[in-house]
């Protein structure tokens, strides 16, 4: 598994509290008179705090999938009894109404055995079995879920994100119209016919990260310092946005770094952001209009890292900077692609004409 030491420790402890959490928010609300926690909760803990990623994880998933599992499970145990038939059907039951509901949940079929065959406790709760302690218990989990691994930076719920053209346009970004695309993936996992547990978009970007690393293997490293443009046209946070119009216009940018005295970047003045800010005064301060949000890269990063981002449409141009955050240089969209076609034409063998002679 591709998973660091830490990363499994992490998951363990999101574990522990969660359950630890869960069943005490059920013993609150239950006292001594139920469940406080029932056995599916733990292989449910195992997925938000080791998969928070997994489509089988989310919110919707866990808390919707738990409670209908458990009312097909309760309904199952009053018209079929307490059987092996009956649990086999409940289950049956309870993963068609998750694919129906769209909240495929694997710890759901257990909530329906547990339903079925938990004894005479579960027996005597009826359908409040589903909303006390399972919906509890999966609320309880949900509350930690969310809190921990948002504080140790794990997106949860998890949002699988995909680049869209910034143009609003029907053309594809330009880094996926070379290469497979989004319609290639589809067919084929339509051909394959089967679920994985993972976002189709969250696979499209490792197969998009693969890919960057083939690359880079074979076209061999070229470094952002290698390729920057150094003598770079910059701009004090004082400056005006009349004398910034100038500077722009006469040297024909769309984009200027805007600096301290210690050449430690502030941000980037964009030509859309001056005409945007049409309202401000002539003299009013870039540092006013500047972006401050700036994608930065390190001059020994290599330069095939910056191909996503400079291909999305959004960004032209990534300031390097060193480990102080003082202005390198710049690489724009140019660089690069003079660069990779260098490159290529390196690695481009001779023709056969030329090897005869």
């Known amino acids: 598994m591709a998973v660091s030491h830490g990363e499994q420790l992490l998951s363990s402890l999101g574990v522990l509290l969660g359950l630890l959490f869960s069943g005490w928010v059920a013993r609150q609300a239950l006292g001594d008179a139920g469940l406080w926690l029932v056995a599916p909760m733990g292989a449910c803990a195992v997925l938000l705090f080791a998969v928070p990623s997994s489509p089988l994880a989310q919110p919707w998933s866990v808390l919707g999938g738990n409670l209908v599992t458990a009312l097909v499970g309760v309904a199952c145990a009053h018209w079929l009894g307490h059987s092996l038939l009956a649990a086999g059907v409940a289950v ?7 694919f129906v509901s769209r909240c495929l949940h694997p710890p759901g079929g257990a909530v329906a055995l547990t339903a079925v065959l938990g004894g005479e406790e579960v027996a005597q709760l009826g359908y409040s079995f589903a909303f006390y302690p399972v919906a509890l218990n ?32 029907r053309d594809l970004p330009p880094r996926d119209r070379l290469g497979f695309t989004v319609a290639d993936l589809d067919e084929v996992l339509a051909e394959r016919d089967e679920l994985l547990d993972i976002a189709r978009e969250d696979l499209v970007q490792i197969l998009r990260q693969t890919e960057e690393r083939a690359y880079r293997r074979r076209f061999g490293e070229v470094r952002c310092a290698d390729i920057m443009s150094r003598d770079v046209l910059c701009l004090a946070p004082d400056t ?118």
């Not at 049956?92 to 998750?98: E, F, K, P, Y």
């Not at 879920?145 to 053209?165: G, K, S, W």
């Not at 003082?326 to 076609?341: E, H, N, P, R, S």
């Open 92 to 98: 049956a039951i309870a993963l068609v109404a998750m």
């Open 138 to 169: 999966s609320l309880g989990l949900l509350v930690i879920a969310l809190v921990f691994n948002n504080a140790f930076r794990r997106r949860y719920p998890h949002r699988a994100t995909q680049a869209a053209n910034p143009h609003k346009t």
């Open 240 to 357: 005006s946005r009349a004398e910034a119009w100038t500077k722009m216009q006469e040297h024909r940018l769309t984009a200027m770094p805007v600096l301290n005295p210690r050449r430690q970047l502030l941000g980037m003045l964009y030509l859309h952001d001056l005409l945007q800010g049409g309202d401000a005064a002539d003299d009013a301060p870039v540092r006013a209009l500047m972006r401050t949000q700036v994608p930065s890269c390190g001059p020994d990063w290599p330069s095939i890292q910056l191909v996503q981002r400079l291909a999305s449409g959004e960004v032209h141009k990534v300031p390097v900077l060193d480990e102080d955050g003082v202005l390198l240089g710049i690489v724009t969209q140019t660089d690069l692609v003079t660069a990779l076609y260098r490159r290529a034409l390196e690695r481009e063998p001779a023709p056969a004409a030329d090897r005869a002679d």
